[in-house]
């Protein structure tokens, strides 16, 4: 079976950001979707707690939700895709009846948002701009791109 790909889109706010979720602590924060993008980033630090993982592990729960509905609505449309071919297989044939049913009903996917509210900080190590939580600005933040502090 081929891979299938779904497309989700992310919006970004005003000023070219997105918001991200770090899968340790559970925070938000901003990157520009030039950053988020960027291929020379292999890892993304946390400006919170500091820990890294892969980008593909920061996406907000909402995106993830969004994703699984796309992809349960994928599959929905292959059931009855496949009900109706079947129907047509046995049309005409005597004594087999095969009637595809009611249309699958399809799960509506969410208006994903931007409603995050966060401070920005330039971080002058990597030329690197974040959005942040206000507090945190104050007291510190790791640099999502090299980890320093
Ligand atoms: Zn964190
Ligand atoms: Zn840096």
């Given at each position: 079976?081929?891979?299938?790909?779904?497309?989700?889109?992310?919006?970004?706010?005003?000023?070219?950001?997105?918001?991200?979720q770090c899968p340790f602590c559970?925070?938000?924060?901003?990157?520009?979707?030039?950053?988020?993008?960027?291929?020379?980033?292999?890892?993304?630090?946390?400006?919170?707690?500091?820990?890294?993982?892969?980008?593909?592990?920061?996406?907000?729960?909402?995106?993830?939700?969004?994703?699984?509905?796309?992809?349960?609505?994928?599959?929905?449309?292959?059931?009855?895709?496949?009900?109706?071919?079947?129907?047509?297989?046995?049309?005409?044939?005597?004594?087999?009846?095969?009637?595809?049913?009611?249309?699958?009903?399809?799960?509506?996917?969410?208006?994903?948002?931007?409603?995050?509210?966060?401070?920005?900080?330039?971080?002058?190590?990597?030329?690197?701009?974040?959005?942040?939580?206000?507090?945190?600005?104050?007291?510190?933040?790791?640099?999502?791109?090299?980890?320093?502090?």
């Open positions: 079976m081929n891979n299938v790909f779904f497309k989700i889109t992310v919006p970004s706010d005003n000023d070219g950001f997105i918001t991200i559970n925070d938000r924060f901003k990157l520009t979707v030039e950053d988020f993008k960027r291929e020379d980033i292999i890892e993304i630090f946390c400006p919170y707690c500091g820990l890294r993982d892969e980008p593909s592990h920061f996406y907000t729960d909402e995106i993830v939700e969004q994703a699984q509905v796309v992809a349960r609505n994928y599959t929905k449309s292959l059931l009855s895709q496949s009900s109706k071919d079947l129907e047509k297989t046995f049309k005409g044939k005597k004594h087999i009846s095969f009637k595809a049913g009611k249309p699958i009903k399809m799960e509506s996917e969410k208006i994903l948002f931007e409603h995050e509210e966060l401070e920005v900080t330039n971080l002058d190590c990597c030329q690197f701009i974040v959005k942040t939580r206000a507090l945190s600005k104050e007291i510190g933040i790791y640099c999502p791109c090299c980890g320093v502090r």
